[in-house]
């Protein structure tokens, strides 16, 4: 038998949102983990300095105005060649690789961001409207998912980006490259949150509070958003995390195979795509700079997804 | 004859202390706790929500998850302390010395598996026949605890008995080992009423022949006053009355006893209105100080503020009040 | 104090389908299995009054309580709220919502976890458009929290700071907020503990009696519902075997089931009552016996019994009965 640790009374209820944060147990177990908290402040970091591209960065890679073909293929600054003007070398078009990292992690996360909101998006709304509804809705939605699932992401985007390029000749790829490969992904990674968000809507209608609101005659959006999604989100938000990774991935997959970004607007998985050329010709820090960042971060993401996981199961306490 | 095991109880508990380290400090949930159950009888603990009466038996077999912990006082099973022994000992005399039964016959049973299975691989565990025997056994059993065509059911899976029969299954389960306790959560909660009274029935007629010694835990005063011999109430992690069941249900002499007793619906009257006692029960890291009982007690006295009532004898039982100290 | 019945249920019945899956039972060639949770329930309660219905698992009260309100709509049968009937498709309409409320049995459930209890209890009142500002609202909640013998100040809580009990005493609130005055209780106490229960009881006693509240009480509990009710029904297998005022069924049970059923609650007083030994237990609601359900346990079964369906008779619906046999 288990015997649930006897409660100690109401967490105090301060009045401000801060203090309930602070008080919480999550902040605390947070805490306690200081591998979570490193992966926490990289994947921050991170996340800032892409964000201050335009301010951190020495240059423009995307200009082709301020880019040289001459510098090309510039060793680090520590090694033999190297030039001061770019600290960890340059590519096969002389762009600065320090810039282009930043600049290209801006790409790969509002990639990875918007096609993992889509992604959500779809997937909640689907998941809340099978599970409440039931029936044949919910059969047909989840054959749907079903079907989606035997469509890996490359396929998908292979797919999309076809149907894309033929409807819109003569617009240049860069206008649509974006929405395509956040269409993509966002087509490839609702399932999960369907599923989940299903199966946690099948027990939560169940529940009186719901019939209580029914009773009263709510209508049934009010129902779904202001008392079925507040309760039931609780685990998406771990796929969310875990799924950022994987989107970046994606996006660096499909950049890679020539399916994603022009190479004017190159991400992490472009500059990993461009180095892996020029790897035995022994310009190593092409593909490794890009590439280590991008692990480091996913990792970090990951890692906080998998703490995430552990700490919401009541069960782990 | 009398062999001396008839004196000595089976189960003795001695200033129990049960504690939870938590991130809010740490909780006492159960502040010495003391009684004895002697062979042959039915000890009903009651109490309500957080009382600590599942903590109790919990504590007793062992099975207390961390942040819990025994913080002080001994469990001897006949004589022997086991409140200290390591896992793989205490996982021993739980299967073959106590045994248990829990509220949910659902999850008590292992779907996947028959239940003559369950039934032979305890047995087996821990006694030492051969399969055929054990099989014989577990066939008795069942015809015991009143399952018809014993010999057919033994090879149903649980999910093919009704909730009484698959409660009844657990008995035999519970007996299957010979223990010589056993502890009971809640048995007949989950049950319908009228089932409820034959499940009691069987467990006291099982255990009195074999006397076996049993713990009931529940918080059904009803249960308890038709199988319990003795009884002991539990408040906030205190037992504050104990004695024969008569005694206790007809005339409780602790305040909250009473409040409990007269709080409980009658089914030959109907009174104006049900006796109630204000308040709750207090969370345990808000126990007041001295009586745990003082601030909803309709005779409390100054004295109850400062200093905490130990069990004394009254009468035929104890009772930790000091209404009852003062010149009795 | 009118004559009239203030909510009428007449011939409820309810079906539900628990066949297979379609392809399933094709390839296995069975047929369709059907559950009858509720067989021609009629009964009717005064304004004012409380009546309860008791039975155990799978007697189909809680049904009944659900159809009543509209939340399960039933396979035939009408209800009426103060003459107001149940439209099947649309429900009650919207005047009549406001006075129909209902308390659920669970209280860690009927609250949602992450509203504020404020929220909570005004939800009826927005829903019906009675506040018509946020300070009415404000002061209303204020109000019924205090009625229910709670804080006002308790307003911005959440439910899990509560205990059972006082989340029993919101849910209470939250059921009075739209001015309701017929309650259908859905085992309302049966998750608390005994001296909680009290509390609630008594509550909702005072509170019947100060507001004028007509309650349709569920409950498997005969003590409670001894001291709740006004009139009892007793329920078996979907049908209801025994309708009488209180003092009356306590005093004179006539029906074999009501009178197993009292004598299966445990003796608290410890009279030593002599008790008829129980017999069996309530069988699988998907393949019932034929004719009256409860002939396998009934120490005064026949051959009538077994193949004819006995009627309500004078609140009584037993051959044996009315035929005024005896074992």
Known sequence: MTIPPPSAGPTPSGDSLWSRIMAHDLTYLFFRSPLTVVAAILSLAIMLAALMAPWLASMDPFDPAQVYLADANIPPVWQDGGDPRFVLGTDDQGRDLYSAILYGMRVSLVIGLSGVALAATIGITLGLVAGYAGGRIDAVIMRVADVQLTFPAILIALLVNGVVQALSKGTSRETWAFGVLILSIGLSFWVQYARTIRGSTLIEKNKDYIHAARLVGQPTPLILLRHLLPNVIGPVLVILTINLGLAIITEATLSFLGVGLPPTQPSLGTLISIGNKYLFSGDWWIVTFPGLTLAVFVLSINLIGDWLRDALNPRLQ | MTSPSVTSPVLELRNLVVEFVTRHGTLRALDGISFSIAPGEVLGVVGESGAGKSLTGAAVIGLLEPPGRIASGEVLLAGQRIDHLPIEELRHIRGKRIGTIFQDPLTSLDPLYRVGEQLIETIRTHLPVSEQEARARAIALLAEVGIPAPEKRIDGYPHEFSGGMRQRVVIALALAAEPELIIADEPTTALDVSVQAQIIAVLKKLCRERGTAVMLITHDMGVIAETADRVAVMYAGRVIEIGPVRDVVKSPKHPYAKGLMGSIPALDERPERLLQIEGAMPRLNAIPQGCSFHPRCPHVMPRCHEARPVLATVGAGQVACFLHEVGQ | ?327
């Open chain 3, 1 to 327: 104090m009118s004559a009239k019945p203030m909510v009428s249920v007449t011939h409820a019945r309810k079906v539900f389908d628990v066949s297979q899956p379609w392809l399933e039972r094709v390839l296995s060639g069975q047929d369709k299995q059907m559950l009858v949770a509720v067989d021609d329930v009629s009964f009717t309660i005064k304004k004012g009054e409380t009546f309860a219905l008791v039975g155990e698992s799978g007697s189909g009260k809680s049904t009944v309580a659900r159809m009543v309100t509209g939340l399960l709509p039933a396979s035939s049968g009408t209800f009426s709220i103060d003459h107001v009937p149940l439209d099947p498709e649309h429900g009650y309409p919207l005047a009549l919502r406001r006075r129909l409320q209902m308390i659920f049995q669970d209280p860690y459930a009927s609250l949602d976890p992450r509203w504020r209890v404020g929220q909570i209890i005004a939800e009826p009142m927005k829903a019906f458009g009675l506040a018509s500002n946020k300070d009415e609202e404000r002061a209303r909640v204020s109000q019924l929290l205090k009625l229910v013998g709670l804080d006002p100040a308790d307003a911005v809580k959440f439910p899990h700071q509560f205990s059972g009990g006082q989340r029993q005493r919101i849910a209470i609130a939250r059921a009075l907020a739209s001015d309701a005055d017929v309650i259908v209780c859905d085992e309302p106490t049966s998750a608390l503990d005994v001296s909680v229960q009290a509390q609630i009881l008594n509550l909702m006693k005072d509170l019947q009696r100060d507001l004028g509240l007509t309650l349709l009480f569920i409950s498997h509990n005969l003590a409670v519902v001894r001291y709740m009710a006004d009139v009892i029904g007793v329920m078996y297998l979907g049908r209801l075997v025994e309708v009488a005022r209180v003092e009356t069924l306590f005093a004179q049970p006539r029906h074999p089931y009501t009178r197993m059923l009292l004598d299966a609650v445990p003796d608290l007083a410890m009279t030593g009552r002599s008790r008829q030994p129980v017999q069996g237990e309530v069988p699988n609601p998907i393949s019932p016996p034929s004719g009256c359900t409860f002939h396998p346990r009934c120490p005064l079964a026949n051959a009538r019994c077994q193949t004819e369906i006995p009627l309500m008779v004078d609140g009584v619906a037993c051959h044996a009965v009315q035929e005024n046999r005896k074992a």
